[in-house]
């Protein structure tokens, strides 16, 4: 099993709150979420479709303003408020979305997108062979092979290979937090499976916390610390992941997992199927 002991909370929420549209036709996406992340962390963020979870990862990602509550990072309110501060906190956040299309601009070659995290990392001194050798580097960690994809754009790729990519950036830029929106809905089962392990690898490496947003409960169990489960934006179930899966509270969760076969069981072969 993947837990391990995690460490300091570095970024938590109170009742954060995210309203859309006026009057009649207001909803509120996300409503009163409490949250804290700790250094090394992994939390799986679990809800039906509408249920708010990537509107909460915009929010935390500083892409979406707040309707109400209060965020902190490393111990001090959250401060976003100019561009300067915006990009020192990205620094420390990165996200990879459930459509890779969108993280890149269509423009930049492969080689500029990774030249990019050198710069974003300040580490413009580098010599050039040094440069490099960070860029083949971060590929092969996701076996990529650098010289074959730099002078591609990056819709020239596969949607696997384009994933791979974005794994490579974040391991170059190395964050404390990272957001994977559905990160493998794209790929098939195997590359699905290579992929988590790349971004669990990451997590040792570099003690990053990963919070995966995702409907798949069972993912979420098997790759969890903490899971919170969402429901019209309300967190309707958090605990360990053991808690929360196991031993589920809500009448919501006990729903979701009446949905998946039994995830923490082993299967019985021996019974017919039905
Ligand atoms: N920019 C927006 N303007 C108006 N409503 C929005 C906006 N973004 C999201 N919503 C609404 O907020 C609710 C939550 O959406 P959100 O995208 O957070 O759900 P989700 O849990 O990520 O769903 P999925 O699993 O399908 O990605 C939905 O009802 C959605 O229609
Ligand atoms: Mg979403």
Known sequence: MIRKKVKEVFLSGTGITREFGHGETKIIAVNNVDFEFHRGEIISIVGESGSGKTTLAKMILGLLSLT????????????????????????????????PFSTFNIFNKVDSVLFDCIRLQGQEHLSNAEKFEKMKESCSFVNLKFEELSNKYPFELSGGQMQRLMIARIFMLKPKLLIADEP????????RATILDMLLKLRDEIDMTIVFITHDIGLAYYISDTVYIMEHGIVVERGTADEAILHPKSDYTKRLLGDVPKIYEPWDFTKDMV
């Not at 902190?72 to 459509?99: L, S, V």
């Not at 493998?184 to 089962?189: K, L, N």
């Open 68 to 99: 109400r509550g209060e965020i902190e990072f490393e111990g001090k309110p959250r401060d976003i408020a100019t561009q300067a501060k915006r990009r020192q906190y990205w620094q420390n956040i990165q996200a990879i979305f459930q459509d």
């Open 184 to 191: 493998t809905s794209m790929i098939d089962a195997c590359s």
